[in-house]
């Protein structure tokens, strides 16, 4: 079974640098993509948004890339700052008629060093 | 513009107490709720969801449980709280099952 104290992935870059986040999807059926940023203590804030019908979606410092063949879908985050520090998550988004429900990934830690 | 509110911001309880935790939602009519439960360096896991007033759909089976008396507020109960369910309680709204979640600042909940 899983260990008391599961450790997240993590990722630590240095300010100024780009970050790249990755996510492996389960589901084929996913269409509709999501990554968020929490900060400790905080509830998670939505930062950019992708839906199946396309494979790159740029916001202010930030793209995301999905691959449906492999079902991976990343985040680069351009000139990183400290203030970019904290977990990353995935969502992916599927079901059918009223049952589509977002399931979400584990989470990346991201540590900016200055 | 649209806003979520969850309180309390933290909550220490004993195990066998009841539990209630509100959330409510400004700004917006007939929307989606969801409350997520985060264990501590883990992803998070839904709870309950509604999309209307009087229904809720339960994802895990468990102690807890959630009802929706007004079309913008959601709470999430328990008439007797175990260890286990210590965490932080997510509430969150969305316009519809295919389009984004907002969240609130989160409840952290530790039974002792």
């Given at each position: 079974?899983?260990?008391?104290?599961?450790?997240?992935?993590?990722?630590?870059?240095?300010?100024?640098?780009?970050?790249i986040i990755n996510c492996a999807y389960s589901n084929s059926a996913s269409d509709y993509f999501i990554w968020y940023k929490q900060e400790s203590g905080k509830g998670p804030q939505f930062i950019i948004d992708i839906r199946s019908n396309m494979d790159k979606r740029q916001g202010q410092r930030v793209?995301?890339?999905?691959?449906?063949?492999?079902?991976?879908?990343?985040?680069?985050?351009?000139?990183?700052?400290?203030?970019d520090s904290a977990v990353y998550f995935c969502a992916e988004n599927f079901g059918g008629g009223s049952n589509y429900k977002l399931t979400f990934g584990k989470g990346t830690l991201l540590t900016v060093n200055p | 513009s649209?806003?979520?509110?969850?309180?309390?911001?933290?909550?220490?309880?004993?195990?066998?107490?009841?539990?209630?935790?509100?959330?409510?939602?400004?700004?917006?009519?007939?929307?989606?709720?969801?409350?997520?439960?985060?264990?501590a360096g883990r992803g998070l896991q839904l709870l309950f969801y509604s999309v209307g007033i009087g229904q809720i759909s339960s994802e895990v089976p468990q102690n807890l449980s959630a009802s929706r008396p007004q079309d913008r507020q959601f709470i999430l109960s328990s008439k007797k709280l175990?260890?286990?369910?210590?965490?932080?309680?997510?509430?969150?709204?969305?316009?519809?099952?295919r389009e984004k979640l907002f969240f609130g600042s989160g409840t952290q909940l530790s039974v002792l």
């Amino acid at each position: 079974g899983e260990s008391v104290g599961l450790h997240l992935p993590t990722l630590s870059v240095q300010e100024g640098d780009n970050s790249i986040i990755n996510c492996a999807y389960s589901n084929s059926a996913s269409d509709y993509f999501i990554w968020y940023k929490q900060e400790s203590g905080k509830g998670p804030q939505f930062i950019i948004d992708i839906r199946s019908n396309m494979d790159k979606r740029q916001g202010q410092r930030v793209t995301v890339l999905l691959n449906k063949t492999v079902k991976h879908l990343s985040l680069q985050i351009a000139a990183t700052q400290p203030g970019d520090s904290a977990v990353y998550f995935c969502a992916e988004n599927f079901g059918g008629g009223s049952n589509y429900k977002l399931t979400f990934g584990k989470g990346t830690l991201l540590t900016v060093n200055p | 513009s649209q806003t979520i509110h969850q309180w309390p911001a933290t909550l220490v309880q004993p195990v066998g107490s009841p539990l209630s935790l509100e959330c409510t939602v400004e700004g917006t009519s007939n929307p989606n709720l969801y409350w997520y439960r985060q264990a501590a360096g883990r992803g998070l896991q839904l709870l309950f969801y509604s999309v209307g007033i009087g229904q809720i759909s339960s994802e895990v089976p468990q102690n807890l449980s959630a009802s929706r008396p007004q079309d913008r507020q959601f709470i999430l109960s328990s008439k007797k709280l175990l260890l286990s369910d210590s965490g932080f309680y997510l509430c969150a709204w969305s316009v519809s099952t295919r389009e984004k979640l907002f969240f609130g600042s989160g409840t952290q909940l530790s039974v002792l």
